[in-house]
């Protein structure tokens, strides 16, 4: 199976809000990470955590990580249609000589009802 | 503006073809990295660079080149491609010791 699995599709209504969810393989991630990529666009970081944390929270976002359970979240709070996009949840493995691998998941597109 | 610049933004070549994808990065960082983005598939890594050495190349067919002259500049040069090759190749930088990687916008690739 894949290292990183995400839901395909979230759709959700303006104003309420969004919650997409990501599973991990590897145990010895360092760090993990949930990037947007709008249309046409490249890849942008939107925030990540660190494996020793449970949460963290940035504005409208609140990462939740339950490293037990290799279980990472991404909360958007108050939803706009500008937040609609593709959602792709990352691990990081150090991969030597000081470069890390990131390893991605197929991304969740999601869309904003208004 | 991620300071990662990729060119070209979108690319078409005929399978005889031999174009190279730029890509440069003003953030002072020392790894690089080439990504391949296809439709319904997860991001595939395909090569990294740590000051300008090649660290990993996870099993590209030949017709893709990396090139890095220096840690700010990384190029992909393409040569008789296949129509499966066609796909967004993104370009990424990260620091040595970092984890944060940062993004360029993409090359639309089409091959034809």
């Known amino acids: 199976g894949e290292d990183v699995e995400q839901s395909l599709f979230l759709s959700v209504r303006e104003g309420d809000s969004s919650v997409i969810n990501c599973t991990y393989t590897?145990?010895?991630?360092?760090?993990l990470y949930w990037y947007k990529q709008e249309p046409g666009a490249g890849l942008q970081l939107l925030t990540y955590?660190?494996?020793?944390?449970d949460m963290k929270q940035d504005q409208r976002l609140t990462v939740l990580l339950n490293k037990k359970d290799k279980h990472l979240s991404l909360r958007i709070a108050d939803t706009q249609t500008g937040d609609s996009a593709i959602y792709f949840c990352?691990?990081?493995?150090?991969?030597?000589?000081?470069?890390?691998?990131?390893?991605f998941g197929k991304g969740t597109k999601l869309s904003v009802i208004p | 503006e991620t300071g990662v610049t990729q060119t070209p933004r979108h690319l078409v070549m005929g399978m005889t073809n031999k174009k190279s994808l730029k890509c440069e990065q003003h953030?002072?960082?020392?790894?690089m990295y080439w990504y391949k983005q296809s439709a319904k598939k997860p991001l595939e890594l395909m090569f990294v660079?740590?000051?300008?050495?090649?660290?990993e190349n996870n099993s590209v067919p030949s017709r893709f080149s990396p090139e890095c002259p220096n840690s700010s500049h990384l190029f992909l040069h393409l040569h008789t491609l296949q129509p499966e090759d066609s796909a967004l190749y993104l370009c990424?930088?990260?620091?040595?010791?970092?984890?944060?990687?940062?993004f360029g916008q993409g090359t639309r690739l089409t091959v034809v």
């Open positions: 990424a930088s990260s620091q040595d010791h970092g984890t944060e990687a940062f």
């Open positions: 590897d145990s010895s991630s360092t760090y």
């Open positions: 955590i660190f494996s020793n944390m």
């Open positions: 990352a691990e990081s493995i150090a991969s030597g000589a000081g470069s890390y691998q990131l390893t």
């Open positions: 953030l002072g960082h020392n790894a």
């Open positions: 660079y740590n000051f300008k050495e090649q660290t």
